[in-house]
């Protein structure tokens, strides 16, 4: 079980906001940005979100995030089937020296 | 545009050392605010972060594998390697390099290698 908290699911129907979230604690999104990452099946993740709401060139602004305290969430307006995918959140742990986390991930199906 | 390439044996012995290499083009490693990071995924699990090297040199692992891991660059070769010891059937994944420090974001993985899967099997 990781860290940070996600739901295994998800699921809504096209033209639908969904909202994924990824609960933490103070030594990690508590002190530090969170990055979001889509994968979709056999391929490798892809950077969505980072600094908790900035998006990279090229992705769509039907995604979004944002974090409060010690949780952040990922939201998905205007659901398409494209989007059916496994999402991560992620963000840098203050213990230990530090290190990278990863959050279990959450399975998107779109209805 | 800048692409990555994991490299290196699909199939490793229990005990042995798994050895990768992530040759990048398209750009230099040794550019200063790039970060290189490498992460697995075990078949049908999560991504979990193995370790980071910096352009300073320095470098960062998780305290869950930091006994067996080494990352390195070649600047030469404008490669990154990852070398993990006494593996396990445990250690079977995809193995993904990643690009970091997208805009600043030290830990922001904004650009991925296609990923390569190591089996760990006798």
């Known amino acids: 079980q990781s860290v940070l908290s996600q739901p295994p699911s998800a699921s809504g129907t096209p033209g639908q906001r969904v909202t994924i979230s990824c609960s933490g604690s103070s030594s990690n999104i508590g002190s530090n940005n969170v990055n979001w990452y889509q994968q979709l099946p056999g391929t490798a993740p892809k950077l969505l979100i980072y600094n908790n709401f900035q998006r990279p060139s090229g992705v769509a602004d039907r995604f979004s995030g944002s974090k409060s305290g010690s949780s952040a969430s990922l939201a998905i307006s205007g659901l398409q089937s494209e989007d059916e995918a496994d999402y991560y959140c992620?963000?840098?742990?203050?213990?230990?020296?530090?290190?990278?986390?990863f959050g279990g991930g959450t399975k998107l199906t779109v209805l | 545009q800048l692409q990555l390439q994991e490299s290196g044996p699909g199939l490793v012995k229990p005990s042995e050392t798994l050895s990768l290499t992530c040759t990048v083009s398209g750009g230099s490693i040794s550019r200063s605010s790039y970060y290189w990071g490498w992460i697995r995924q075990p078949p049908g699990k999560g991504l979990e972060w193995i370790g980071s090297?910096?352009?300073?040199?320095?470098?960062d692992y998780n305290p869950s594998l930091k006994s067996r891991v080494t990352i390195s660059e070649d600047t030469s070769k404008n490669q990154v390697a990852l070398k993990l010891t006494s593996v396990t059937a445990a250690d079977t994944a995809v193995y993904y390099c990643?690009?970091?420090?997208?805009?600043?974001?030290?830990?922001?993985?904004?650009?991925w290698g296609q990923g390569t899967m190591v089996t760990v099997s006798s």
């Open positions: 090297i910096y352009y300073t040199g320095s470098s």
């Open positions: 990643a690009k970091q420090g997208l805009r600043g974001a030290r830990d922001a993985f904004d650009i």
């Open positions: 992620a963000t840098w742990d203050d213990s230990l020296n530090g290190y990278v986390l």
